[in-house]
């Protein structure tokens, strides 16, 4: 840990009666940088940012926020962060902006200075003109800028996002990750899980992957894609049961890894041009028809892939 | 500072909630005033205020002889009263033909002929008379009251008279001679039992007008005046009410805190730097105002629309508290006890409904209830503050409800630290 390091996070471990759900993550998360945590649904995401936000107690290891322990510092350590919980988590039956002033007095805020904050915080989320209305009338983007908006009152060195943009339409979703860069530009540091690979690799400066909550790879996008030797994707679809055709592209000359998910088996390979007349003709070799045929460079869906042999969505 | 936004935050909540406001207001107000107007006009203690003045003559031809009582002098000093009807005027005319010819000429409604026998015929062992009514055949109302009066009077002179009777029959076969002194006595005795008689009759504790002989009258207690039986009937049902909306209340409100754990509120309430006893004793502090500012008003509501009188100001604040401490202690403890506010539901429906039951709150202007039911009762913090109403209600002086509110002082500390803890371990 040095005195660049926001977030500190060492050997974590949480289990909910027998079954783990964070087994000894470590990473670090230097400040005034977008970190994203990227993994599937129930990889421990929610669960590592529950301990970093004071919401559950680990069971063993720590985490130090701009160097206070959660563990026994947690009063001043949960002062320094803004969490923008996965659900909606507002009062709906106040308006907007009572509810920012109740938040607001419970990071301590208070007088002129909380009144300024929320007018300011109105402004940033884009609901200064409704603010009057009850949370209850919004739409589900503006319930969601509403609940960053609570995340920001304190002016925290570091915000926490927990999945935000879950079931939102995509105007409200590039609002929202507009003001994560906008925020991030401001500097702080954002600490975002995501299930959504594209909105990792748009924001992100360093990525963390978990999977069964494990941390399997971190590391900027570049690094992560070098991972895999930056293999091409394909994603075919056959018009037969796949099984005894993947056998055969498996044992092709170019064929990193074969796959099945979805109704489509997925062929990692090193060149697409070279490998996909050889997958076409072994394929015919069995009377199998491949009737589409979908090609996609390296990307974070790809390490995933390669590293946990499934599908990141799965 | 904090506990207190909480404390606000909720309050503004739960008085913005049609639903809740309607149970701590409405249904409450509504209950007792379907109550009050079955039996409109009788609470106030002006029964028929809204008759006309009806003018009564009574025309005295009663000759007692001496020393004897003189029953038509008392019959013009019961219809003159001051707790008869306002609408109701009596004077005296000297015959029967000038009273008839008033009727005739709509100057007065009714008149009542005393015969000249009266008195005599009463007190002779097999006399019989009779008092005659006349009345402008246009009117209905005020002349029937008038009649169930006279019959009121005559009923309570025949009594005494039996009562009289059965007593000198009896004191003559055991060789005791009766004196005009000893059916004097016979009479004042008889009045009492009667006096009794009539409070249990009516469910209240103010006597009905007795006919007493006029040397006794002075020194017979007088009844408060300004209410009457049905009056205390109603205000022991508002009682039952307030207490039984008030618990409903205590019990709603600590819900918010199931409603904020399954909202998400609570839990980022957690993940600001806001101790979790703050946050806590915030939500007992709503709890707490909610019930008060609901007693208060239902309290004021009623005094204005029910004419309810809920007596000495210290005895009745004593009672409050009790109540208010009671109800938020067993609301908080009662919904520790349960998973999630759709189990709180059903929950705090039966067992508000139950405990009320047995605490009474539904039978307290019942008169005559079991013993054991009245022992019940006490198994329950609503038969508790139900005693305290009661007691203020009769006007009692604070000093005797003091008891009474130490008890729900108690009781509601004890719920509030047992439910306290309960919360405290299940968000630890």
Known sequence: MTTHDAIFVKNLHKNYGKNPAVQGIRFTVHSGEIFSLLGPNGAGKTTTI??????????????????????????????????????????????????????????????????????????????????????ATFSGGMKRRVNIGVALLHRPQIVIMDEPTVGIDPQSRRHILDSVKELNRQGMTVLYTTHYMEEAQEISDHIAIMDQGKLIACGTHAELIRLVGEQARLELTLNADPSL?????????????????????????????????????AASQIKTRITSVEIQEPNLETVFLQLTGKALRD | MKMIAIALKDIKQSFRSFFAVGMMLGAPLLITGLIYFAFSGLTSGKAGSDLPTLKVAVVNLDRPAANQQNFGALLITFLNDKRMPDWLHTSELPDESTTRSEIDRQEIGAAVIVPVDFSSSILSANGSTGITILQDPTLTIGPSVLK???????????????????????LASNG????????????QNYSNWYSDLSTDIH??????????????????????????????????????????????????AAQSILREDENGTLPRLFSTPTQ??????????????????????????????????????????????????AASGFGILLISLVKNSRQAGAVVG???????????????????????????????????????????????????????FLVLLFIGIFFFAAGSVIFSRRFA
């Open chain 2, 350 to 404: 039966g067992v508000i409904s139950s405990t009320g039951l047995l605490g009474g709150l539904f039978s307290a202007s019942v008169p005559n209830m079991p013993g054991f039911f009245n022992n019940i009762t006490h198994f329950t913090p609503q038969g508790w503050v139900m005693d305290g109403w009661k007691a203020a209600l009769a006007g009692n002086p604070a000093g005797q409800t003091i008891p009474t």
């Open chain 2, 203 to 252: 469910h209240g504790q103010e006597p009905e007008l007795v006919v007493q002989p006029p040397h006794l009258q002075s020194s017979t207690p007088v009844a408060s005046s300004g209410t009457n039986p049905v009056a205390n009937m109603m205000a022991q049902i508002m009682a039952g009410m307030l207490i039984f909306f008030a618990f409903f209340t205590g019990a709603y």
């Open chain 2, 176 to 187: 005791v001679k009766v004196n005009s002194a000893m059916q004097q006595g016979i009479i």
């Open chain 1, 50 to 135: 529950s301990m970093l936000s004071g919401l559950t107690e680990p069971d063993e290891g720590d985490a130090f926020l701009m160097g206070h322990s959660i563990r026994l510092e947690s009063q001043v350590a949960r002062a320094l962060v803004g969490v923008v919980p996965q659900e909606i988590a507002l009062y709906m039956d106040l308006s907007a902006r009572e509810n920012l002033l109740f938040w607001g007095k419970m990071y301590g805020l208070g007088g002129a200075i909380l009144r300024q904050r929320v007018d300011e915080t109105l402004e940033i989320i884009g609901l200064t003109g409704r603010q009057k209305e009850r949370v």
């Open chain 2, 276 to 325: 979790r006893s703050t946050i806590l004793a915030g939500k007992l502090l709503a709890v707490f105002s909610i019930v008060l500012v609901q007693s208060i008003v239902l309290m004021t509501l009623a005094s204005i629309a029910f004419h309810i009188n809920w007596g000495q100001p210290l005895s009745t604040t004593l009672v409050v508290l009790g109540q208010v401490v």
């Open chain 1, 245 to 281: 055709v993947m056998q055969h592209w498996q044992m092709l000359e170019g064929v990193q890894q074969v796959s099945r998910s979805d109704g489509h088996v997925t062929v990692l390979a090193e060149d697409s041009n070279l490998i996909l007349p050889r997958l076409f003709e």
């Open chain 2, 148 to 170: 169930d009066l006279l019959t009121q009077f005559t009923d309570g002179i025949n009594g005494g008279k039996i009562a009289v009777t059965v007593a000198s029959s009896q």
